[in-house]
């Protein structure tokens, strides 16, 4: 399964950016994983199959949602009033089991940047 990552860029603190990617194939559950600098990967979100479990690291609680599309295997992860912390390299990963940081399937990560 091949992940095709969209959208990031640039954008000031309190702003909104959607990140959005494509699978080439079905995989039981979906998520993002982020890599600020000089920082550990981190899980931000992560959704499966079925849509009923969501998960959502604490900071990005209330401010990140992630959304899925079964039948055209995309997911989006929007994420709003964003932070300098949020800088980040962002990465769409999808695994035939719940997301980790092992997932199998990763895509090209994209990068997300907060000024403030």
């Known amino acids: 399964v091949q992940l095709q990552a969209s959208g990031g860029g640039s954008v000031q603190a309190g702003g909104s950016l959607r990140l959005s990617c494509k699978a080439s194939g079905r995989t039981f559950a979906q998520g993002w994983v982020r890599q600020a600098p000089g920082k550990e990967r981190e899980i931000v979100a992560s959704?499966?199959?079925?849509?009923?479990?969501?998960y959502y690291l604490d900071s990005v609680k209330g401010r990140f949602t992630i959304s899925r599309n079964f039948n055209e295997n995309t997911w989006s992860l929007q994420m709003n009033s964003l932070s300098p912390e949020d800088t980040a390299v962002y990465y769409c990963?999808?695994?035939?089991?719940?997301?980790?940081?092992?997932?199998?399937?990763w895509g090209q990560g994209t990068l997300v940047t907060v000024s403030s």
């Open positions: 990963v999808a695994d035939t089991a719940r997301i980790t940081l092992r997932s199998k399937y």
């Open positions: 959704i499966n199959w079925a849509g009923k479990d969501t």
